[in-house]
C-alpha cells in the first residue's frame, strides 16, 4: 500500500516525463493515441521506456493512471502555465 503523498509524487513524475514524451510526438506530428511506432528515434524509445516504467511503478502501487490521464494531467498543467504566463505579461504591460 501507498501513501497519498507517494501516489502524488509519481503522478507528478509521469507528468514530467510525459512532457518529454509529448513534445517528440509533437515535432513529428503525432499525438500518444496516433503515434506510428515504425520510425522511432532512439529519444523517442528512451522517453516512451521512462513512461512505461513509471507506468509499471504506479501500478505497483495501486496508483490507477493510464496514457489518457496522463496526457489530460499534461495539458491541464502545460495550459495553466501558460495562462500564468500570459496573465504576468498582461500585467507587466498594464504597469508599464
Known amino acids: 500500500m501507498s501513501t497519498k503523498a507517494e501516489r502524488a509524487a509519481l503522478t507528478d513524475l509521469l507528468v ?3 512532457h518529454d514524451y ?21 529519444g523517442m524509445y528512451i522517453a516512451s521506456g521512462r513512461v512505461h516504467a513509471l507506468l509499471k511503478a504506479a501500478k505497483i502501487i495501486g496508483l490507477r493512471i493510464d496514457y ?9 498543467k ?3 502555465q501558460a495562462r ?4 504576468e505579461l498582461l ?6
Request: zero cysteines; aromatic letters at 10%; charged letters at 45%.
Open 91 to 96: 500585467a507587466d504591460q498594464n504597469g508599464s
Open 68 to 76: 489518457a490521464e496522463i496526457d489530460r494531467l499534461y495539458r491541464e
Open 16 to 18: 514530467e516525463e510525459w
Open 22 to 42: 509529448a513534445e517528440i510526438l509533437r515535432s513529428r506530428g503525432e499525438t500518444w493515441d496516433t503515434v506510428s511506432f515504425r520510425d522511432w528515434s532512439d
Open 78 to 80: 502545460r495550459d495553466a
Open 84 to 87: 500564468a504566463r500570459r496573465d
